[in-house]
């Protein structure tokens, strides 16, 4: 090193020495270098932030983002199709639904409200007051049919009914003869028919009638459609009714509805276990277990 060298490092080498004395003249480093990092990716400038409008709408959170408390919203309903129109029921139809519920009070309350009443719905109204044995007003409404149709059969059947019920058999009579005359082979006419007779004692006459009742209709004895009205017979008329109607049954093959009217026949008092077993009309049912219990628990002593 030259002089001129040495001259001028003195004071630099002075000047480093007072640099390195002075505690806040560098910044302390650590000893250890730094270990290197991933690169991060270039972040955007950041830019200051604009002030959101009150109502800004919120945007949905991430996976690891608190949701914010939900405001109660007020339910709504869900939109309903107008129902469709439905006709209402005319007086004739709303008093035919109340009838076959039984309600016959409101029923004929029904038909009452019918502007034009026609033969049908004066016969119904007929049978409503016969279900409740109003007779007189019966009676009433079954006229006012049949002059509107002097011809319906059902109409002077169920006139029939009603003067049996009143025990009035002959003139019962004379209305059964005029239906069988517009509708002779109506099953439930013929039964009516048998039953009159029966009640006065033709009792040839009325096995006829169950005979061709049978012919027509061989369950006419189990059901029926018609109006079913207390039968107004004596205790030995209804008796031989049963007797009959047992008769008929067999001749119809149905051992089960026989064995029941003989049942009602002994019950009645008309007949006895011997006549019955005595009987060739139910020879067919001698074999039956239901037949002879029925006759060894009559014949049993009381």
């Given at each position: 090193m030259s002089r001129f060298d040495k001259r001028l490092s003195l004071p630099a080498m002075a000047m480093l020495a007072v640099l390195m004395a002075s505690p806040h003249a560098l910044p302390a480093q650590s000893a250890a270098a730094p270990t290197p990092s991933a690169p991060s990716p270039v972040q955007p400038e950041a830019q200051p932030a604009a002030q959101a409008p009150a109502s800004a709408p919120s945007e949905p959170a991430t996976q690891n983002q608190a949701l914010p408390p939900a405001t109660p919203q007020p339910f709504s309903a869900m939109p309903v199709n107008p129902p469709t129109p439905i006709n209402p029921l005319t007086?004739?139809?709303?008093?035919?639904?109340?009838?076959?519920?039984?309600?016959?009070?409101?029923?004929?309350?029904?038909?009452?409200?019918?502007?034009?009443?026609?033969?049908?719905?004066w016969n119904k109204m007929g049978i409503a007051y016969q279900m409740m044995f109003n007779l007189k007003d019966a009676t009433r409404c079954y006229n006012a049919s049949l002059k509107l149709d002097p011809h319906n059969a059902k109409v002077l059947n169920n006139l029939g009914t009603v003067y049996d019920s009143l025990k009035q058999y002959g003139t019962g009579e004379r209305y059964y003869r005029k239906a069988l005359k517009i509708d002779p082979h109506a099953a439930l006419i013929l039964r009516n028919f048998g039953s009159n007779q029966l009640a006065q004692h033709r009792y040839k006459k009325g096995w006829e009638a169950y005979q061709s009742a049978l012919k027509a209709d061989p369950q006419i004895f189990e059901t029926h459609t018609g109006a079913s009205v207390q039968n107004p017979a004596s205790t030995q008329d209804r008796g031989a009714m049963h007797y009959y109607m047992a008769r008929g049954c067999v001749s119809a093959g149905n051992s089960e509805c026989a064995i029941q009217n003989l049942?009602?026949?002994?019950?009645?008092?008309?007949?006895?276990?011997?006549?019955?077993?005595?009987?060739?009309?139910?020879?067919?049912?001698?074999?039956?277990?239901?037949?002879?219990?029925?006759?060894?628990?009559?014949?049993?002593?009381?």
């Open positions: 007086p004739e139809q709303l008093g035919d639904s109340l009838t076959g519920h039984q309600r016959y009070q409101a029923a004929i309350a029904a038909y009452a409200k019918e502007k034009d009443p026609t033969a049908g719905l049942r009602l026949a002994l019950n009645e008092g008309y007949t006895n276990p011997q006549k019955i077993a005595g009987d060739n009309s139910f020879a067919s049912l001698r074999e039956l277990p239901a037949f002879q219990q029925l006759i060894a628990a009559q014949s049993a002593p009381q």
